[in-house]
């Protein structure tokens, strides 16, 4: 059981196709599944798409189709577009999910019999796109505080969730532990919306009919919190009335990755429920900044909107950089608690350094000098000097570095220390010098030594980044002809003697310049 890992994301809510800010938590997410498979853990990874409320009927209205046939199409554009980015997810939940309606309505009636949830009726400040209730305080310049939108009054009988029953167990659980990541969030949680007092939840609509509804009150569906927050348990086979052998093995979740905007619904009503239905909280719960437009002209970016024209959409992208270069731009591009930026410039930009320079010209140098010396074949010949133990010594500790990084969910730091590798070869190159070696009869057991050093941390690199990069990753490692390689015993790897690479002349990033980067993504 200990061995087991669960992780989720927020699940997308399906108003449209998401851009490369709507992503970057599956990418982000992945990773770290993908890090922990690595390790040997039993890992599950939900996410998927949150389909139910106001905004959807509207949508779907203004479309001339019905809800449900709207959602199945964004739904869709969403599946296309994790899985194009290369998402090891095991299940795509999505709300319109026969399974987790069915749940989400258990769930419901469970917390209204035992006096959690009661009727009453709601008047305040809506906001539509944010699907949220706001008191005169609370907005901002007569706005909704959230996204800055129009409100209306609005006023209608509803259910709400006793949320001051279970407050003071909240605010010691998320002070004993280390529940809510980055620190910031967590004051921020305690200080601006715990400690002043919760309010009563409002769980269920009647002015729209788009939602799971209430089995006990149909004019009533159930609201989007309850209904989206459950995912978490129903995409793993909870139902009050039964438990699945996945739901006992895997929950609690071992991790939620969700962005910053989003972190109060994770922290506070999310754990709130999971007390009224007496199941354990997840371990940890992680507020991931945004990814922001860049503006080239002051450095500093803003959100993406289509009003604005500065939206770039992941498949566009993946097509003109490949997947693994948009996976790499987004993971390390984003700090652990500040935001980041992007824009053509800068992820063309980062290709070019990166990718073309430090990565894919390594590896095509490296193979084409071990085809033309040695016909291919690799062979310790253990003719040392002290630089070839500092390149050891440096790879192993960017090793650690990575792995301590992955550790405490520093992503952008494990993926700069990966990266260290491959720099540190690029420097071994100049270091050693192989074609003068070369020239020189007496030196071919040195040179063999030295192509050999180098393609053992070479594929050393490439399992540190399988992670991140999983097509690369396993591209490398098939051209030096090796098969097994595990994370856990890294620093202890060796190629066998006589092993042959590649005789194909590849390169895995090819340069490019901005402006053909512009013209392509503007077909």
């Known amino acids: 059981m200990s061995n087991k890992y669960y992780i989720t994301t927020a699940i997308v809510y399906t108003s449209g196709k998401p851009h490369i800010g709507n992503v970057y938590d599956v990418v982000l997410a992945d990773s770290i599944a993908r890090y922990k498979r690595e390790q040997g853990f039993d890992v599950f990874y939900l996410t998927g798409t949150d389909e139910h409320g106001e905004k959807i009927e509207k949508k779907a209205a203004e479309a001339k189709v019905t809800p449900k046939e709207y959602v199945d199409n964004i739904a869709a554009d969403v599946k296309r577009i994790y899985d194009l980015i290369d998402t090891s997810y095991n299940r795509f939940i999505r709300t319109t999910d026969d ?12 917390l209204y019999k035992q006096g959690d949830i009661y009727k009453g009726e709601y008047e305040g400040w809506y ?8 008191t005169d305080s609370q907005l901002v310049d007569g706005k909704c505080p959230d996204c800055g939108r129009e409100v209306y009054k609005a006023k209608e009988e509803a259910y709400f969730f006793k949320m001051s029953k279970y407050a003071d167990r909240l605010i010691e659980y998320i002070k004993s532990n280390d529940f809510i990541v980055p620190e910031s969030r967590k004051n921020e949680m305690l200080n601006n919306f715990l400690l002043p007092g919760l309010k009563d939840l409002c769980v269920s609509r009647t002015s729209f009919t788009w939602g799971i509804p209430v089995n006990f009150d149909e004019k009533h569906v159930v609201y989007v919190w309850l209904d989206a927050l459950s995912n978490y348990i129903t995409g793993i086979g909870y139902d009050t009335e039964s438990q699945t052998e996945t739901f006992n093995k895997y929950w609690p979740a071992d991790l939620h990755v969700i962005g910053k905007d989003i972190v109060r ?4 009503y999310w754990p709130i429920f999971l007390m ?6 997840p371990k940890k719960v992680f507020g991931h900044p945004w990814l922001l437009a860049a503006n080239e002209e002051t450095d500093d970016g803003t959100k993406m909107s289509k009003s604005r024209g500065n ?3 992941p498949d566009k992208l993946c097509e003109v950089f490949g997947t693994d270069a948009v996976r790499f731009y987004l993971l390390h591009e984003m700090p652990y608690d ?7 410039k800068l992820v063309t930009e980062r290709y070019n350094t990166d990718l073309a320079n430090v990565l894919g010209n390594l590896v095509s140098r490296t193979i084409a000098m071990i085809n033309k010396y040695y016909d291919g074949e690799l062979e310790n010949k253990k003719v040392k000097e002290a630089v070839d133990d500092d390149l050891y010594a440096s790879v192993n500790s960017s090793i650690d570095k990575t792995i301590d990084s992955m550790e405490k969910l520093k992503i952008q730091d494990a993926v700069d220390s990966a990266f260290d590798i491959f720099r540190r070869c690029n420097k071994y190159i100049d270091e050693t010098e192989p074609w003068a070696l070369a020239k020189d009869e007496s030196k071919m057991d040195r040179l063999k030594t030295v192509l050999y050093n180098l393609s053992v941390n070479i594929c050393k690199g490439a399992k540190l980044i399988y992670c991140f990069m999983p097509k690369t990753s396993e591209k490398i490692l098939k051209m030096f002809s090796v098969d097994e390689i595990s994370l856990n015993n890294l620093k202890d790897f060796v190629i066998k003697d006589k092993t042959i690479v590649t005789k194909e002349k590849e390169n895995l990033f090819v340069r490019y310049e901005l402006k053909d980067v512009e013209a392509k993504m503007a077909e």
């Open 99 to 110: 399974d987790h309606v069915k749940a989400i309505q258990h769930i419901f009636e469970k």
């Open 127 to 134: 906001c539509t796109p944010c699907e949220s209730f706001f």
């Open 265 to 268: 619904f994770h922290t506070i």
């Open 276 to 281: 009224a239905l007496d199941l354990p909280l």
């Open 311 to 313: 939206v770039l959409y």
């Open 338 to 344: 500040n935001d980041g930026v992007v824009s053509l």
